[in-house]
């Protein structure tokens, strides 16, 4: 049985998470609340979806160094799974010399499930998906405009440099919000664990996890050397692929919309990285990727 007053972990208008008993194990219970959009009430089904999808993955591919939750039950509006005992992946105060084994693990991770053809699309679809990210980009530099997080300027020129971007865009897997600093773990025999799936999909854009990763690490990282570490570790381990720098600006053009809009939020809980949020979209709209990775 699970018992039901577990330690909370988060308990918000979206879930509720507690730490729990299973079965004398230590459990991870996520549960949709009275208050749970129906937009993410349905995405608990998809973060169970994910684990199962990825741990297929793994069990398929020997060599992939990933460790996925076992689900041990699931219900229309709650899901239990395995609880994971190890340390982050990486720590925000990480010195580039700390992080640079860690991001490489993780570089290689990525690089690795990027080789795996993704099959039948299956999971969340939203500006994440490989048809709807180019779509996507000026309908948010408009937002930011609105929100007065950028210059009507910086939109045109987002604008004009993401133009046609999308037909080389191609469907691949991804976790959806990837992070070295959340729900991403290291274990004891090296391998990486992930959780929380919610926007778990076989149809993202390529390399949308590998911008989401280089756009955290830019908000919190102790220096920028560590994002631009990780992004030139996972050039330098990703398969040739045609018009990759194209793919690649396009996703973290559009994940750097994003970081405008999660710096003014966090900004009011106290997390601070709005200059950082701004300082790359300057090296953004220069429009050439290697500045975001030398």
Not at 263 to 278: F, P
Request: hydrophobic share 35%.
């Amino acid at each position: 049985m699970t018992d039901s007053k577990g330690e909370v972990l988060q308990d918000d208008e979206n879930f509720r998470l507690e730490k729990i008993d299973w079965h004398g194990k230590p459990a991870i219970k996520k549960s949709v609340k009275d208050t749970t959009p129906p937009s993410r009430t349905v995405r608990i089904q998809n973060d169970v979806l994910g684990m199962k999808f990825f741990a297929g993955l793994s069990a398929a591919n020997p060599k992939l160094e990933i460790y996925v939750p076992e689900v041990y039950s699931l219900n229309s509006g709650f899901y239990v799974r395995e609880y994971i005992e190890s340390e982050p992946l990486l720590e925000k105060t990480a010195t580039l010399d700390e992080a640079k084994p860690r991001l490489d693990k993780l570089a290689r991770l990525l690089a690795d499930i990027d080789r795996i053809p993704p099959g039948r699309e299956v999971g969340y679809v939203g500006s994440s998906n490989y048809r709807n990210l180019e779509q996507s980009i000026p309908r948010w530099a408009d937002e930011n405009v609105c929100d007065k997080l950028i210059t009507d300027e910086q939109a045109k020129k987002v604008k004009l440099i993401s133009k046609g971007l999308g037909k080389y865009l191609k469907p691949r897997i991804a976790h959806g919000d990837m992070s070295a600093y959340k729900h991403s773990y290291l274990m004891a025999d090296g391998k990486i664990a992930l959780i929380d799936f919610e926007n778990f999909t076989s149809g993202a854009a390529g390399y949308f996890d590998v911008a989401w990763t280089y756009t955290r690490l830019y908000s919190f990282a102790s220096s920028i050397d560590v994002p631009k570490y990780f992004l030139s570790s996972f050039i330098d381990k990703a398969a040739p692929a045609d018009h990759r720098s194209e793919q690649l600006m396009a996703v973290l053009i559009q994940r750097t919309l994003g970081m405008q809009k999660d710096a003014e939020g966090d900004a009011k809980k106290g997390m601070e990285y709005r200059s950082r949020a701004a300082e790359l979209l300057e090296l953004v709209l220069q429009n050439k990727l290697e500045l975001l990775h030398s």
